[in-house]
């Protein structure tokens, strides 16, 4: 009777676990596999620093509520464009202290980049709804 009573308990508490793992909000759950890289958001200003945020944005907009969805698009998307402004100046974000290299580039590649720059920097607000819904949603706190 014990033994029955065990392999009841047992698998109730299988079912339990594994109902509490399917019903987890996949928005929740985006935002805490990404945690670390959003946390780190500029942090390093490099290529591959940048790649990381773009896909965390990405990888969390795809999942993310209506109400912010827009939002972390828009995050994703101005990320990428700096990438993008970089490539298409031939020079990687990490270099754009090397005062040789820089001067090198055209005005049409300084102000594409300086376009991309100010087009990321004007995000504030976006950032700031994003941290705020996560916060509320999730219970998740965001740097």
Do not use: H
């Not at 909000?25 to 596999?33: H, L, T």
């Not at 290529?47 to 972390?72: E, H, T």
């Amino acid at each position: 009777m014990m033994r029955a009573v065990a392999g009841v308990v047992t698998t109730a508490l299988a079912i339990t676990t594994l109902t509490a793992c399917a019903g987890e909000d996949p928005y929740c759950v985006a935002v805490e596999e990404q945690k670390a890289t959003l946390n780190s958001l500029g942090e390093k200003r490099t290529d591959a620093a940048y790649r990381s945020y773009a896909r965390a944005f990405r990888s969390v907009a795809k999942v993310s509520p209506p109400a912010v969805k827009k939002d972390w698009t828009e995050l994703a998307e101005v990320t990428a464009s700096v990438l993008n402004a970089q490539e298409k100046a031939d020079i990687k974000l990490e270099e754009m202290s090397d005062v040789e290299k820089v001067k090198k580039l055209s005005t049409e590649q300084l102000k594409s980049l300086n376009n991309a720059y100010e087009a990321f920097n004007k995000t504030s607000q976006q950032r700031r709804a994003v941290v705020k819904n996560v916060k509320q949603e999730c219970e998740i706190t965001l740097a």
